[in-house]
């Protein structure tokens, strides 16, 4: 396969890469300066490279050589593209962690001298994200269980960070995950099949959200349902209709922390009537973006310094504001 051309950009500027869908409005282009002012890399500017979902090939290589070759790019964060990318690029990195070899996804590409080094960090950050929501023996407290719209790079890291749980206590008993593709529902399904679990795993191929409603109501008490589709951000919508009913307790996350948020607007409507706790994606955004920027700057992110840098953003997450309130 020939290699893609790339751009030599931000002259003299180390620059970090930042491989998504819609990147010029993440609030992580006003965070970013923040933080590389913090940790002490204040040069380091931050370019996005905006690909269509499930893009050509030869677009996810040309973003990889774009850090591999151009002597200004430092690495880069990958966010809905992280399976199809790897998929695309595999041969063009020297190095792949093992989360991402068993994961088959990048979310973290980095550089130390000419090895070019992909990581998969969101079964890191979706476990500290998950574990700082549930707290320890969540699932055998309740005998709640795991229902994932969407079968992507989220989906498969949480699934390798809850199998991986020594108690038994922070395992769920099932772990339900629902697709419009089967592609994606079998990467998953191969990456479980790698491992020893005592986690029941179910997958399903459905696009009608209709159907959704009727599986997420035959959930027990204190499920925990995730929107990991992209929908209400990446695309219009919501993998439910405003008629589906939440188990009785749940604990419904929203992995995005902008766009429309249907899935969020849903969710809050049943806090009163269903006891929902609602949570939004803007702690996974901050654990994931960290993870990364630790990894690309190969500096230790410490819990103080996680800490700092999380009050550091604070002040420029966007609003959640309920349908039918001003903006």
Known sequence: MTEPTYAIVNKNLPTFYFIGVTTRQSSINKVFPRWVQALGRPEVVLEGIDCKLNDDP??????????KYDPNSIGGLVTAHKINLLNAARDMFDYLDPYAQ?????????????ILRGHAKDPISSGLSLDAMLGSGYFGRTGASILCFGAGG???AMALHLINKQDAGGRPKRFIVVNRSQGRLDHLQSMVSTQTTDIEFEYIC????????????????GTIVINATGMGKDTPGSPITDDGIFPEHAISWELNYRGELDFWHQSMAQVETR????EDGW???????????AEVLDIELTAERF?????????????????????
Request: net charge neutral; proline share 6%.
């Open 206 to 221: 459905n696009s009608d959200p209709r159907r959704n409603d009727a599986i997420m109501v035959t959930m027990p008490p």
């Open 102 to 114: 068993i994961c088959g996804e990048v979310s973290s590409i980095s550089k130390r001298g000419a």
């Open 307 to 327: 800490a700092t840098l999380s009050e550091l953003a604070a002040d420029l997450r966007p609003p959640l504001v309920f349908r039918g309130e001003d903006k």
């Open 275 to 278: 006891d929902v706790i609602v």
């Open 154 to 156: 989220s989906a498969v």
């Open 283 to 293: 702690l996974y955004f901050l654990h994931g973006w960290t993870q990364v920027v």
């Open 58 to 67: 030869q677009a996810y290589r040309a973003a990889v050589a774009q850090i």
